[in-house]
């Protein structure tokens, strides 16, 4: 039984294996209501497929984000973009829609993230964190729970994926570099798209501004390795994730929505 409305922010790659997920039966509790992306046709092509492939059903693409809003889904699944999720997350739980999130960076700025903390308690809705191309908040969290703890976050990727970047040249394709150390806070300045992941992790850990975060361009590697370090004086975590590409990512969502409503929860 589809007891929850949703709405997608952002309809692109990603948006297309949660799309996947909805017609393919792995997200029974759900509705796609609506869609939004700033390329209109994007919207529409998400629409369609699910509109297609469920006769009967009706998801409407629309041209604004106050237009997604006005459909008061009950989530709203954000796929876009750090700046997008700025832009609409307040008015989105203040009109009673929770959020599913992996543009996580836009949380690393301290008064954004508190006043997204106090706008979803006042208003009985949640923002929920997917794990994206990482995952293990749960031991970061109940390890950074225990008492003073460190954590460290390390990633590996190839020099194409810098490409559009302020950090890259040509000498990354022949030569190993550590592009960026720093801490999560700078490292989504840096990469505002990029480092979603080292925000999560910090904001499960020790903060944006207390991780130790280091990025490492491999001539030749494909995908991304990321590895965390957490640590108090009673319990050590590491964490390795490999994404030949950000698909794990869609799946995270997948995996968040099926746990909001499941009875059994991980
Ligand atoms: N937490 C994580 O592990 C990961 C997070 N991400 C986040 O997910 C986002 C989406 O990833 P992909 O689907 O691969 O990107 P994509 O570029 O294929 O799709 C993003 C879509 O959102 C649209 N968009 C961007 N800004 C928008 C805005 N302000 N309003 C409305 N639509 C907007 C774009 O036009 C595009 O169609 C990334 O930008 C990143 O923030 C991506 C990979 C991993
Ligand atoms: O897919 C990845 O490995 C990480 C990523 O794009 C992000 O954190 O935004």
Request: hydrophobic residues 40%; glycine residues 6%; negative net charge.
């Amino acid at each position: 039984m589809k007891n929850k409305t949703l709405a997608i922010v952002g309809c692109g790659k990603l948006a297309q294996i949660v799309a996947d997920a909805l017609t393919s039966g792995l997200l029974p509790d759900y509705q796609l209501i609506g869609t939004y992306s700033r390329t209109f046709d994007k919207a529409e092509a998400i629409a369609q497929h699910v509109n297609q492939s469920n006769p009967g059903y009706t998801c409407t693409p629309v041209r604004t984000m106050e237009d997604l809003l006005a459909m008061k889904a009950d989530y709203i699944v954000e796929m876009a973009s750090p700046a997008a999720l700025r832009d609409f997350a307040l008015d989105a739980l203040q009109n009673g829609s929770s959020i599913v999130t992996l543009s996580i960076g836009a949380l690393a700025d301290a008064q954004f993230y508190e006043k997204i903390r106090t706008t979803a308690r006042e208003n009985n809705t949640r923002v929920h964190l997917a794990s994206g191309s990482i995952g293990g908040f749960d031991v970061m969290r109940t390890i950074s729970l225990m008492g003073d703890s460190s954590a460290s976050f390390r990633t590996e990727k190839g020099p194409d994926s810098l490409k559009d970047t302020s950090v890259y040249n040509e000498s990354l394709q022949t030569e190993q570099r550590t592009v960026m150390e720093g801490n999560a806070a700078e490292a989504i300045e840096l990469f505002p798209t990029k480092v979603n992941v080292a925000v999560a992790a910090s904001l499960a850990t020790t903060g944006p501004k207390n991780i130790d975060v280091a990025i490492t361009s491999i001539p030749g590697f494909v995908g991304d390795t990321h590895r965390i370090h957490v640590e108090n004086d009673q319990a050590h975590a590491r964490i390795e994730v490999y994404g030949k590409t950000s698909d794990i990512a869609g799946w995270s969502v997948v995996n968040t929505l099926r746990n909001i409503t499941a009875p059994i929860v991980f």
